[in-house]
């Protein structure tokens, strides 16, 4: 696996370029076909021509004025190579990163031994004495060290332009349809432009700049790092190179110190059109020319979470020289085809778009007191952007701040956080058709089964797998931090979604046998063997944990069961879906029948613990208990109208407020319970100075990205939703979009899905099957099923339902009668 691992990593980016070129062969030919399925819509278009033109100008950031502080810079990225850019007249900085440059070394946390202490840690749980329970945990079940390691800027490209101290017409602008960040502006007569882009198919960022008139642009291009031990030289008369290595222990280790481990080296090398160019150790000098372009590879020595034996040099060479001659204008058309034949696969319309007109940050301050919704398109559209600019095949995961950072300790180590935050940023992808998107999320779940295997015999002597709730680029499973809040045993639970999430949205039993189901499977074994009996109530429960990050260490969270019903009920459905391990199937239909179910409190809530002990006045950011709600469905306003009402009472309790991502929750939440009107209530607390940086990052804060992509999927959830076994059309519209269309969005059931309404109505949805499932479709008013002009056979269990056969490939139009 490890050899597979690392060679694909590279392999795949520098092949892509090619294997792309055959990829829109065939997405030209599905561009065609689907003409004649979604009539007038082209859903994944080779060059992404389909709608309205001047719909994707629209969808631009831009600004009147270079950006001062990190969150006003402009974010692009390939997935690996992520880089923001500011746009600094005479002295640009475009400071950029590798996803694989983190402090650390391959290191196994598990603290051997701790399993011995579980029992007392479970005894005094039982017994009431939480903080003795809390001081025994602490001192020997914890991870060794006891916080994981640090996400790292890589360095900065630094470009100075003598002379361009007085300038007019100053634009600055991020084209998200394109994924190219560009600068322009007049000085001395002259107007210069660059352009900025990280291409995933040539595995670099690129630069070009211009000017209008003949020989005018001067400038010098450098290479610098945060990190101590590192230096710049020549390579050749056209490269300039810098080189370095991570040194010293690892801050803040108490034991089980850990020596950073990795060397990295970033390539630059540089062309221009006319004029003169010169390369010493320190710069690049370009003199007198037309335009330039700089090229920029980087690489780290990582290989795998075990093995860091990599050739970064190497690698930057092998890169640089598989760019080889092209030209800027083949380099950039082919990372342009590449980001829209993802990107625009969605289109989304809500109406005017004057407001695009003003710059992004004046949008963001006006927001609340102006009808802009354009701005939430952009906002929508903005999210699937940073998701394939972070996220890519052979790339890691998004972390807390997808790949962009800057900072030597950035808050919360950047890493990533599984008790919500990696799970939110995956909410989008599948609905809305960023399905590829989601490989880097697998590819890590298939190493933290892997080390969380030897935590799972360590911690708890049980078998299958377990992850608390953070993970690095080492893979640590074990808890973190304090006991209080890093013992809690269900992150690789909640991942273990995703897996099934994407079969279901896809249909793809290939990806459920030799992927999904073997890591679902370990996961389910650990509880097996984890959960224990409540000598209370007889139930089974789990324990210790707790409810995240919220009332300490506790015996049976609810939460936690909420998310073993789901891991079990998908492992079910799987294993009957393969037609495998039909004894396991069965004990964990057994076991999950006695999992502690939901229970109402005094206060008609939900309770967040076995006991009834929810405060109504705590406002905590995570709501963790309603979980089943969402992104869970074992709570839904038709299958559990008691515990639905609860649940709904619990999310008053807690209020409107909290940190981005909590907002973004909301916004889901709100949907779920089909309140169009405060799902957007709390979009738009999102979409506001303070909870939105001028780049449109999200504001935690600090700036965590997860409140971006949990708005995305707030969005998407509330226009469709299938988490209950039927298409509903249009559950949470609100009074704020009165007309508008959707196309493109992916359901569960592997259906693709286009929607259109007015007056707040359904006018016609197009789904079209993937795999021929069955499909059932809720609607508010009665409808009509046809498909190439015939009436479709249906049949109607309930008012507003109607279910029909389907057959693959084939559309079906939904219209009111």
Known sequence: MENKKSAATWAHRNSA??????????????????????????????????????????LKLWYSKPAKKWTEALPIGNGRLGAMVFGTVQNE?????????????????????????????????????????????????????????????????????????????????????????????????????????????DNVIAVRLTCDKPGKLTF???????????????????TLALRGRLVGITGRKVEGRVENALKFEAHLKASSQGGKLAVDSEKITVTGADSATLILAAATSFKNYKDVSGDPEALCRRTIKAVGRKSYETLRKAHVIDHRRLFRRVEFDLGSADAAEKPTDKRIAEFSKQDDRQFVELYFHYGRYLMIASSRGGSQPANLQGIWNDSLSPPWESKWTVNINTEMNYWPV????????????????????????????????CRGWVLHHNTDLWRGAAPINASNHGIWVTGGAWLCQDLWEHYAFTGDKTFLKKRAYPIMKGAAEFFVDFLIEDPKTGW???????????????????????????????????????????????????????????????HGQLQEWLEDKDNPKNTHRHVSHLFGLHPGKEITRRGTPEVFAAAKKSLEMRGDGGT?????????????????????????NLLTPGRMYPNMFDAHPPFQIDGNFGGVAGIAEMLVQ???????????????????????????????????????????????SLVGNKCRIRTADAVKVTSRGKAVKTTSPEENVVEFETKAGRSYLIASK
Request: a negative charge; proline letters at 4%.
């Open 722 to 768: 299938s988490h209950a076994g039927e298409l509903h059309l249009l559950p949470a519209l609100p009074d704020a979009w009165p007309a508008g269309s959707i196309k493109g969005l992916r359901a569960r059931g592997a259906f693709e899905v286009a929607i259109s309404w007015n007056d707040g109505k359904l006018v016609s949805s197009h789904i079209r």
């Open 430 to 461: 599948e609905v809305t058709n960023l399905s590829e998107c989601h490989e880097p999320l697998f590819s890590l779940l298939e190493d933290v089964a892997e080390s969380g295997a030897k935590t799972a015999k360590a911690h708890y002597d």
């Open 540 to 602: 089974l429960i789990s324990t210790p944990s707790n409810s995240p990050e919220n009332g300490g260490l506790v015996a049976g969270p609810t939460m936690d069961h909420q998310i073993i019903r789901d891991l079990l009920t998908n492992c079910i459905k799987a294993a009957k879906i393969l037609d495998v391990d039909k004894d396991f199937r069965a004990k964990l239909i057994d076991i999950k029948g006695k999992i502690a179910p939901n229970q109402i409190g005094r």
């Open 17 to 58: 370029y090619n294997g792309g070129w055959i990829a829109l062969l065939i997405v030209g030919f599905c561009c065609v076909a689907s003409s004649w399925l979604f009539p007038g819509v082209c859903l994944a278009g080779a060059n992404g021509e389909s709608g309205d033109a001047t719909k994707w100008d629209d």
């Open 220 to 238: 010098t291009a450098r290479i610098d790092s945060p990190h101590r031990q590192s230096e710049t030289l020549q390579i050749d008369k056209t």
């Open 93 to 201: 900085r475009v400071q950029f990163n590798d996803d694989t440059l983190w402090t650390g070394g391959p290191h196994e946390y598990q603290h051997e031994g701790a399993a011995k202490h579980l029992a007392t840690v479970r005894k005094l749980l039982f017994e009431g004495k939480q903080r003795d329970a809390e001081r025994l945990a602490g001192e020997k079940m914890m991870s060794v060290p006891l916080r994981q390691e640090q996400y790292q800027p890589f360095g900065d490209l630094r470009l100075a332009f003598p002379g361009h101290d007085s300038i007019t017409d100053y634009r600055r602008e991020l084209d998200i349809d394109s994924a190219v960040a560009t600068v322009s502006y007049r000085s001395g007569g002259v107007t210069f432009t660059r352009e900025v882009l990280s291409s995933f198919p």
């Open 660 to 684: 981005g991502w909590s907002m973004a929750w909301k916004v889901n939440f709100w949907a779920r319970f089909e309140d169009g009107n405060h799902s957007y209530k709390m979009l738009a």
